[in-house]
């Protein structure tokens, strides 16, 4: 993080007065947040084992189960496990090379697992192209790659999906939802929502696609290294984000390298080492040195302690 990035936008708002909250979830159809599924979490996880829940238990939004994936002779995932919860956010950390950005593919439906099941509340599922994804309501959302520098924030998340009215595009009422959405998110630092978004701020870029992903009633969100560009006040602007997305009831995973984000915003952590879940558990079943160790070598010396107090599994 960078002090003193994200300075100068603190004060501006996006340009739409008089938008409340109570009409944002009234006028967008889509803020009808639907999963609000318990907490699975049950006990310590050491090696990578996905939670088991109990009985009486709900399902987590996404269940990976066994999930490998090789490249010619490069094998980036051994059978690895993830519970991504509703209503809870998932760290995925790991060091470079880990099989983060492999996996997160895996479940956006770009790369095909070779082996394992991905199970959604509960039912077995296969995803096999972004498309399956985005119809389950799963949104990914990349550093660069999430929206269109030449078109303006509008136009940017309503692509693909544009409102027509008798023929032609309603430009007033897709404003109106974009404007409403980022209101609802408290999204106050654009100073026009017809700003093209190359004249964003990497915080604000972020901060769009994540409304984005909101709007299009999403149930799950996926963020690959969300902060890693961003200065203080954009880190925050986005951490916030994600615990909006949160309480909304949605499942939230964040990729990120960076501690302090992790220990901020997580209820989970899973860590991934050269390619397999070594540990996956609440985030207050870790401390710093603990994650730390496990991103680097794969173990720790608190695994001991923790598999011995491991309860269930599957
Ligand atoms: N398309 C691909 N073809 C071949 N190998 C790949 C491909 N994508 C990823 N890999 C390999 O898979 C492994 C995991 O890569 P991945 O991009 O998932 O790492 P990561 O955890 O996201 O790392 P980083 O923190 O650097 O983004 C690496 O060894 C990488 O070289
Ligand atoms: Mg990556």
């Known amino acids: 993080m960078r002090p003193g990035e994200g300075r100068s936008q603190a004060d501006r708002r996006v340009r739409n007065p008089g ?109 096999r192209s972004p498309k399956d994804s985005a119809a389950l309501g799963i949104e990914t959302v990349y550093q660069d790659l999430a929206l269109a520098d030449n078109l303006d924030i509008v136009q940017n998340m309503f692509l693909g999906r544009e409102r027509q009215r008798r023929f032609i595009l309603d430009e007033d009422s897709m404003e109106r939802a974009a404007a409403e959405t980022l209101a609802s998110l408290h999204v106050t630092t654009v100073r026009s929502i017809r700003q093209p978004v190359a004249t964003l701020s990497g915080g604000q870029r972020q901060a769009v696609a994540v409304a984005k992903a909101v709007m299009w009633n999403s149930k799950l969100v996926l963020l690959d290294e969300p902060t890693a560009a961003l200065g203080v006040a954009q880190t925050k602007m986005v951490l916030d984000l994600v615990r909006r997305l949160k309480s909304h009831g949605l499942a939230v995973m964040v990729i990120s390298h960076n501690l302090n984000d992790i220990f901020e915003v997580a209820d989970r952590i899973a860590i991934m080492h050269l390619g397999r879940m070594v540990a ?26 923790a598999s011995a107090s491991t309860t269930r599994r599957d």
Not at 41 to 51: I, M
Not at 280 to 300: H, I, K, L, N, P
């Open 19 to 127: 938008l409340t909250l109570a009409r944002a979830q009234m006028g967008v159809k889509s803020m009808s947040l639907t999963h609000m599924d318990g907490p699975t979490d049950g006990g310590p996880a050491a090696g990578g084992q996905a939670l088991a829940t109990g009985p009486a238990a709900a399902e987590p939004l996404l269940r990976l189960k066994g999930v490998s994936k090789h490249f010619g002779a490069v094998q980036a995932l051994f059978e690895v496990d993830l519970d991504l919860p509703a209503g809870q956010v998932t760290a995925l950390c790991g060091d470079n090379g880990a099989g983060k950005s492999v996996l997160t593919k895996c479940i956006a439906g770009i790369h095909q697992p070779d082996a394992g099941q991905m199970f959604w509340q509960g039912q077995p599922i296969h995803i």
């Open 280 to 305: 996956q558990d609440r985030a207050s079943a870790f401390d710093r040195q603990s994650a730390v160790d496990y991103m680097t070598t794969g173990g720790s010396s608190r695994e001991v302690a």
